[in-house]
């Protein structure tokens, strides 16, 4: 197998395997590149910058990549591929063209489907079966360039976006290991991808966690598994105070569609949803942490929540 070397834009879980992907595959690796931390989150997955320089990498992380600055040092690289493992920024045009044989990408969806930003979280919202990983090549444009190989993963009925992520980081691991030796010999399948309508998604916000109750029980469990911790959660205003709904879990219905209404049974707690549709609650929390729903139960058994 031809030897290369490589520039590697990487963050995340996603970013720290498939970069031990391309060492172990004997691919000489100049330069990482990594996004900083962001000081308003708290950092649950693997660090790529400890990565790199525990393997004695040469590391930046700049505040923005697509400068000048930045392209004559990946340049100064001489790199024969780029790739972008899960980081943070789009590379523009110039950025791209300092690859001699071709800059690529890991994306966490089964492209042309789920293009953007937060693949797995859309996913989950939407109730899809399967998601997975896409090595493709980049353009100009996000998510649209050749697809070189792509390998699917299972959503479960219950499964949270953590969850389907370290199944998504295990498919990019496999798709690149098993497309290396072909990309290095230059022989590597590139399969044109349509631009469909309506694939492109974008980022996600915590405001977008607010459950609408007059939903049917299944999309509020959806939108539960895909904003779960560590994202910033499913919430709702319940006797005066904010709740964040962690883990639920569809129960069947009550009856035909009504009020939407929480209430416990049983010493365990229950929505009842728009299209009469019930969900057990199994895990939720408080402005002051973690909430005791047994002790929950009891109180919504004697004076269930109207919700809206």
């Known amino acids: 197998m031809r030897t290369a070397r490589a520039v590697v834009f990487a963050y995340h879980d996603v970013g720290v395997r498939c970069l031990k992907a391309l060492l172990s595959a004997g691919v000489q690796v100049p330069l990482v590149v990594t996004a900083r931390d962001d000081p308003n989150e708290t ?17 930046i ?65 939407n109730g899809e079966r399967e998601s997975g990983a896409t090595l493709h090549y980049m353009v100009a444009r996000a998510d649209a360039g050749d697809i070189v190989d792509q390998l699917a993963v ?4 219950d499964d949270d976006a953590r969850e389907v992520l370290a199944k998504v980081t295990v498919a990019a691991e496999i798709v690149l290991a098993r497309s290396l030796p072909a990309l290095l010999e230059g022989n590597a399948p590139r399969r044109p991808q349509p631009l469909e309508p309506g694939q492109y998604f974008g980022r996600r916000r915590p405001e977008d966690g607010r459950i609408d109750w007059t939903w049917p029980a299944v999309r509020i469990h959806n939108l539960v598994r895909a904003v779960a911790p560590p994202f910033p959660g499913a919430f709702t205003d319940a006797g005066g105070k904010r709740l964040w709904i962690h883990r639920t879990r569809v129960q069947g219905t009550s009856g035909p569609p009504g009020p939407a209404t929480l209430f416990g049974e049983h010493g365990a ?40």
């Open 43 to 59: 950092r649950w997955f693997a660090s790529v910058a400890e990565t790199a320089r525990d393997y004695g990498l040469a590391l």
């Open 154 to 157: 299972p959503i479960l009925a």
């Open 61 to 125: 992380a700049p505040d923005e990549a697509n400068t000048a600055q930045i392209e004559e040092q990946v340049a100064g690289a001489k790199p024969d591929f780029l790739f972008s493992f899960y980081y943070r920024s789009m590379l523009g045009g110039p950025m791209l063209a300092c690859a001699r044989r071709g800059a690529l990408n890991i994306h966490g969806s089964l492209l042309p489907k789920y293009r953007g930003r937060a693949p797995v979280n859309w996913a989950v919202l």
């Open 269 to 308: 707690c229950y929505a009842a949803c728009g299209d009469g549709g019930v969900l057990r609650i199994l895990a939720a929390a408080d402005e002051n942490g973690p909430v005791d729903l047994a002790q929950t139960a009891r109180r919504w058994q004697l004076k269930p929540l109207l919700m809206g």
